[in-house]
Antibody
Framework: QLDLQESGPGLVKPSETLSLTCTVS??????????WGWIRQPPGKGLEWIAT???????YYNPSLRRRLTLSVDTSKSQFSVNLYSVTAADTAVYYC???????????WGLGILVTVSS | AIQLTQSPSSLSASVGDRVTITCRTS??????LTWYQQIPGRPPKLLIY???RLQSGVPSRFSGSGSGREFTLTISSLQPEDSATYYC?????????FGQGTAVEIK
């Protein structure tokens, strides 16, 4: 049974850094068939892919966010993380972590975490 | 980046109706298209991948078709639990992009 759970602060001040971690339970984290992604959804709006990382650390970024992003992975803890720098109110969203299957795309999702950017 | 345009943006249909949603892409993506269903307050759920392959556990009333630049998601007989927003996403190479969503309401 695969489970993904996002964790991190629900409130971030403008210009600061949004840091989230996804913890993956189950035995698929080190499997090369799977990559691990972040997707966000502003309130009442659609889905935006943020970035993806493999268990070996290869990264793929949304070009519109690339200069403000870093992703990392800790295979010993079955976790991957995202840092989004210099946030503004436009970064307020529900942030999802998801498993990216090389065949099907995002086949398992966390429940999401609402992050609000506000002073 | 590849742009995806869904139509309609929303629709209202009755239980038992056949519903079709279209996703058009800005370039040829072969069959590299995925469909998701999102119920309010829940994460998206994978329905269809590779344009026409049904994800395990998804009811057979859902089907997908298309290739190249035009794709459709069909619900053959709409059920009350199908009230949701549906998104397409291309899988043709990074960066991934999603359609803007189609909200399906039950009359």
């Amino acid at each position: 049974q695969l489970d993904l759970q996002e964790s991190g602060p629900g409130l971030v001040k403008p210009s600061e850094t949004l840091s989230l971690t996804c913890t993956v339970s189950g035995d698929s984290f080190k499997t090369t068939t799977y990559y691990w992604g972040w997707i966000r959804q502003p309130p009442g709006k659609g889905l935006e892919w943020i970035a993806t990382i493999s268990s070996s650390g290869s990264t793929y970024y949304n070009p519109s966010l690339r200069r403000r992003l870093t992703l990392s992975v800790d295979t010993s803890k079955s976790q991957f993380s995202v840092n989004l720098y210099s946030v503004t109110a436009a970064d307020t969203a529900v942030y999802y972590c998801a498993r990216e299957n090389t065949v099907t795309s995002f086949d398992s999702w966390g429940l999401g975490i609402l992050v609000t950017v506000s002073s | 980046a590849i742009q995806l345009t869904q139509s309609p943006s929303s629709l209202s249909a009755s239980v038992g109706d056949r519903v079709t949603i279209t996703c058009r892409t800005s370039q040829d993506i072969a069959s590299a298209l995925t469909w998701y269903q999102q119920i309010p307050g829940r994460p998206p759920k994978l329905l269809i991948y590779d344009a026409a392959r049904l994800q395990s556990g998804v009811p057979s009333r859902f089907s997908g078709s298309g290739s190249g630049r035009e794709f459709t998601l069909t619900i053959s007989s709409l059920q009350p639990e199908d009230s949701a927003t549906y998104y397409c996403q291309h899988f043709y190479g990074y960066p991934w992009t999603f359609g803007q969503g189609t909200a399906v309401e039950i009359k």
